[in-house]
């Protein structure tokens, strides 16, 4: 930036900004570069729901069903697809707490209770009447995040990028930046 009588070496401004076409001309000018980040692409989505998925969760999702979820989010943002991954948590947190009937099942780790509660349905042979705050949290058996949970959470969440602004971004990029990445 400009300034008299002072040292700026060593200095980086970074700036961004979602609508770079609203910027003035002053503005624009002081930023010798101007880099167009686009939306990611289908490897980096795929990476990105495994990421917000995170390493402790239990899940059922297998290595080719993270490419089929980022082939069905163009156009989302990293921020879309974390809220599809959250949402997609929540899933079985609700068929929990929507849960009248659980059974006792082995525990398959060596540490805990030897056995838990899983949540399953009325007709169940095991099945006793319970709900889920009857139960202690240590003797819940989790139930995993499945692809159709992830789908059905793809489904309620659209991408907040519109084809207008794709369109207003790389105009920009045209007349003013260049493309990053």
């Known amino acids: 930036m400009e300034g008299v009588g002072t040292d700026n070496s060593g200095v980086l401004v970074l700036a961004a900004t979602n609508i770079p076409w ?27 729901f495994k ?22 989010s163009e156009h989302y943002s ?9 949402e997609a948590l929540l899933r ?8 009248t009937h659980f059974k006792r099942v082995q525990n398959p780790e060596h540490d805990g209770p030897r056995e838990l509660w899983l949540a399953c349905s009325p007709g169940d042979s095991a099945a006793q009447s319970l709900t889920l705050e009857k139960i202690s949290p240590d003797e819940l058996c989790e139930p995993p995040v ?4 992830m789908l059905a959470a793809l489904a309620t969440q659209q991408s907040t990028v519109s084809e207008n602004e794709l369109g207003k971004y790389q105009q ?5 930046g260049q493309e990053g990445l």
């Open 22 to 48: 609203a910027l003035d001309s002053a503005i624009r000018r002081r930023f010798e570069k101007r880099i167009y980040i686009p939306l990611p692409g289908v490897n980096e989505r795929a990476a990105m």
């Open 51 to 72: 990421t917000h998925m995170g390493v402790n969760t239990c899940h059922t999702i297998k290595d080719n069903e993270w490419m089929q979820l980022a082939q069905r």
């Open 78 to 86: 990293g921020a879309d697809i974390g809220v599809v991954c959250r």
């Open 92 to 99: 079985p947190i609700r068929r929990l707490s929507a849960s």
């Open 146 to 149: 499945t692809m159709s949970d």
């Open 172 to 176: 920009f990029t045209q007349q003013f």
